[in-house]
Each structure stands twice: as structure tokens, then as C-alpha cells.
């Protein structure tokens, strides 16, 4: 029997690791056992115990269950089994794995049932739920963050499996085990089956020509993805190139998506570097393209290229400080009418194309002061652009 189904945790007191979802005090096991529970999303790293809480919250629950996987996933499945409880006391659960690989239209065909409670949603990602997620979705669900399993509980959970199984093993392959396996229970268990079946007792040099390489090198216990993701955008942003181009290897070799990686830096482009070198959203937005299509290894090569363009090209937030101040506004009441004079099919509008490029008009009520370019680099090239747009206009006249 497989090692990793034989010992799957079967109750909250059993799961290896994650004391901040199943201790006593914890919200969510609270929700649980309150028979409370909302609809929730669960992330994190692979072998970290989402589908097996799900297990466990069917059997606490007593829920009819099933489980599902979004790129098979059809949408017809879904409404036939929301079609057979419509009129059932009790709801089902559905469990829906790799979650960020459902569709927006997938993703909307929920929305509806989640409102009216038609069945109880448990979605699991290796991605953050944030990014991969409506908006909609979001709000009518929590989400629970999964980590790594630490290597002490790594440990306790492999010692009960070996005196289970009666294996014996020498300290340095139960070591190996552990920390090669960097917080992924099943895949442990795996490699400690797989070579049990080969030999009897382990030894480590069989166990490394197994795996010759660390599960998730790019991660460890204290340093999630999410923890790298910012050192890489901090490093560029610092303009370190070398720096931001060692935490994009960490991340590569720890299976973050390429995806991922050209969004983040996509939005740095634009936040971190913005009209100081315009160019920086061009390449950004090709990099995402590009690795959409071709994929590891060969994603790394355009990846990496933007790293160290974006490492290497003037910093400016003046972009990002403005759309906040103007959102802040917004969001405070500051709401002005639009001008006579600037609404559709007004009669007294001046068309800065008949005065030269600019025309001395207002297009808001009260004058506001949004944006602040700090003029570094083409920044400097746009405040130009714009004193001559008015200067040439002027002159003109």
C-alpha cells in the first residue's frame, strides 16, 4: 500500500504542522467544529495537507463529499450535483484542487451557488489566491494560508512511520529525508517507500541516487516563495542585479510558476520604474507573453533578461504615488462634476488640435496637484514635452 495514503492524517490532531489552522484555539478549526465553516480557499506548497483537510472537514462535517480537480473539471458535473441536492437537507461539499487553473467563466458559475449556500466550496492552490481569484469569488469565501511543514514535525511524523512500518534507518538518512524533502510530507514518504523496496536497511547513498536533488531547493520553512518573491522585487528595485537575478534562481528552482514571475514583474515596471523608462512596461509585458508560450527551461532566459533590465533602469514611483492620491480622493468624497464645457457634444469646447496642440482650458472644477514627477530619467524628456506643448501654443498666439 502506499506509504503516503497509509498514513494520510485522518482528524485536525493527526495533520503534521500547521498549529496555526488546527490547534484549539485556532479560527478555523473553530468554524469546523462549530459546524460554522464558510467557503474557503487553502494555499500553499504542495504536500502541506489542503486536500487532506478537506478530507477531514467531509468526515467532521458528515458531508456528502466530492472531489474534483480543476483542469478536468465540467461545468455540467458541477450543476448536476448542485441540480441533486436542491431540495436535500444536507449540503455537499465539493472540493475543487489546483483552483487556479479554473476559468473566469468556471469561476462565475460558482458564484451563485456559494451565494445561496447550494453547497459548501473548498478550493486548494499552489498559487496565491490573491492573484488567481476573482474578486467576487474572494468575497464569499476565507482564505487559509498553508506552510511548510517545519522540519521538527517533518521529523516526528517520519519516526511514526518508520516504527509503523519497521524500518530501520541510520540518523543521516532519516536527515535526508527530512530536509530534501523541504516540508512536503508525500513526497518523504515517497522517496522512503521507494527505497525500502530496494533495500533494507536504507542507506543514504541509495536515497541520493534517487533524488540527487532537493525537493523546492528555492524554499525553505522561513522563506516561503511569497518571502523570495519580495526579496527579488526589493532587490531590483535596490537596482541589484546580481542580487535580483540569484532570488529569481531561487524561485525558479523552486517551481514558481514563469507566470507568476513576469506579472510580479510586470507590476514593478510600472510601479518601481514607470515613465523614468517607459520602455521597462514593453519588455515586462513581452516577457509575459513569451513564457506563456514557451514555458521552463527555456522561460528562465527571457526572465532573466528582464531582471536585469528592470535592475538596471532609473527608478521612479511617481506613477504609483499618484493613482493612489487620486483613488485616496475618491474614496474620501472629493467627487467633482465634470465642466460644461468638456461633456459630450458641448458647444464651447476647445479643441486643442485648432490652437496649436493646447488650448487654455480648465477640465476640472478646483485644480489638483496628483502627480509629482521626481524628473528622473525620461521623466525629464515628458515635463519637456509638456512646458513646450503649452510654450509653442502660446507663442502661437
Not at 504542495?46 to 461545468?75: C, F, H, Q, W
Not at 542585479?241 to 507568476?260: K, M, N, Q, W
Not at 517607459?278 to 531582471?307: D, F
Not at 521612479?316 to 460644461?340: D, F
Request: charged share 25%.
Amino acid at each position: 500500500m502506499n506509504l503516503a495514503l497509509k498514513y494520510r492524517p485522518r482528524t485536525l490532531d493527526e495533520m503534521a504542522g500547521q498549529k496555526h489552522l488546527v490547534s484549539k484555539n485556532a479560527p478555523l478549526r473553530q468554524l469546523i467544529e462549530s459546524d460554522a465553516l464558510p467557503h474557503i480557499f487553502c494555499y500553499g506548497p504542495p504536500g502541506s495537507g489542503k486536500t487532506t483537510m478537506a478530507r477531514i472537514i467531509a468526515d467532521m462535517l458528515g458531508r456528502p463529499y466530492y472531489e474534483m480537480n480543476a483542469t478536468t473539471l465540467k461545468v455540467e458535473e458541477l450543476r448536476k450535483i448542485f441540480k441533486e441536492y436542491a431540495n436535500a437537507l444536507q449540503k455537499p461539499l465539493i472540493f475543487i484542487d489546483e483552483v487556479h487553473r479554473l476559468s473566469k467563466i468556471q469561476q462565475e458559475v460558482l458564484l451563485p451557488y456559494m451565494e445561496n449556500f447550494s453547497a459548501l466550496i473548498i478550493g486548494a492552490s499552489t498559487e496565491n489566491p490573491y492573484y488567481v481569484l476573482t474578486a467576487a469569488i474572494r468575497s464569499r469565501s476565507h482564505l487559509f494560508e498553508f506552510e511548510y511543514i517545519n522540519e521538527q514535525s517533518m521529523g516526528e511524523f517520519l519516526d511514526f512511520v518508520l516504527r509503523s512500518e519497521e524500518i530501520s534507518t541510520q540518523k543521516d538518512v532519516k536527515d535526508f529525508l527530512v530536509a530534501s524533502s523541504n516540508g512536503d510530507a508525500r513526497a518523504m514518504l515517497n522517496l522512503l517507500e521507494s527505497a525500502h523496496r530496494i533495500e533494507d536497511p536504507l542507506r543514504l547513498e541509495t536515497l541520493k541516487k534517487i533524488r540527487p536533488y532537493a525537493m523546492s531547493a528555492g524554499s525553505s520553512e522561513d522563506e516561503s516563495h511569497y518571502e523570495l518573491t519580495s526579496a527579488m522585487i526589493k532587490s531590483i528595485r535596490g537596482s541589484d542585479v546580481d542580487a535580483g537575478l540569484y532570488y529569481l534562481a531561487r524561485l525558479i528552482s523552486g517551481g514558481e510558476p514563469a507566470e507568476f514571475i513576469a506579472r510580479r514583474l510586470a507590476i514593478l515596471a510600472s510601479e518601481d520604474i514607470g515613465n523614468a523608462n517607459p520602455n521597462a512596461i514593453n519588455l515586462a509585458g513581452s516577457a509575459l507573453t513569451v513564457v506563456k508560450h514557451i514555458g521552463y527551461p527555456e522561460a528562465r532566459i527571457p526572465l532573466a533578461q528582464l531582471v536585469i533590465y528592470l535592475a538596471s533602469s532609473p527608478k521612479s514611483n511617481s506613477v504609483y504615488l499618484a493613482i493612489n492620491k487620486a483613488q485616496k480622493l475618491i474614496a474620501e468624497g472629493v467627487i467633482y462634476p465634470v465642466p460644461a464645457h468638456i461633456k459630450t457634444h458641448a458647444k464651447n469646447y476647445l479643441c486643442p488640435h485648432d490652437f496649436g496642440g493646447w488650448a487654455e482650458q480648465s477640465y476640472l472644477e478646483k485644480p489638483l496637484l496628483l502627480y509629482e514627477d521626481a524628473g528622473i530619467g525620461f521623466e525629464k524628456n515628458l515635463a519637456e514635452w509638456r512646458a513646450k506643448i503649452r510654450q509653442s501654443a502660446k507663442q502661437e498666439l
